[in-house]
Nanobody
Framework: QVQLVESGGGLVQAGGSLRLSCAVS????????MRWYRQAPGKQREWVAL???????DYADSVKGRFTISRDNAKNTVYLQMNSLKPEDTAVYYC???????????WGQGTQVTVSS
């Protein structure tokens, strides 16, 4: 059974940094794309960042230049380094993976990030 376990969330002051991790277990298939999403209270879930198997990355405009996504394929882990955090970054952050086939996707349980002003 594929499981995604996120960690690294917490409370931080504006301008601070956090590093999220998402460890994938139970997958004998290689992972293609890995993404981070977030959902703030009362808002829809939104995409934050992605990294494909080859290491190419892309970011939402709202986090570009402040967040960095990376992955360790040997550990089946994806990271999100978040710098210069703002109160509007407050949300539950979810990791997402796509394995070999379209629709073969999995979500993590989410980790809370709270940025105080």
């Amino acid at each position: 059974q594929v499981q995604l376990v996120e960690s690294g969330g917490g409370l931080v002051q504006a301008g601070g940094s956090l590093r999220l991790s998402c460890a994938v277990s139970g997958s004998s298939f290689s992972i293609n794309a890995m993404r981070w999403y977030r959902q703030a209270p009362g808002k829809q879930r939104e995409w934050v960042a992605l990294i494909n198997k080859g290491g190419a990355t892309d970011y939402a405009d709202s986090v570009k230049g402040r967040f960095t996504i990376s992955r360790d394929n040997a550990k089946n882990t994806v990271y999100l380094q978040m710098n210069s955090l703002k109160p509007e970054d407050t949300a539950v952050y979810y990791c997402w993976i796509l394995r070999g086939a379209p629709g073969d996707i999995y979500w993590g349980q989410g980790t809370q990030v709270t940025v105080s002003s």
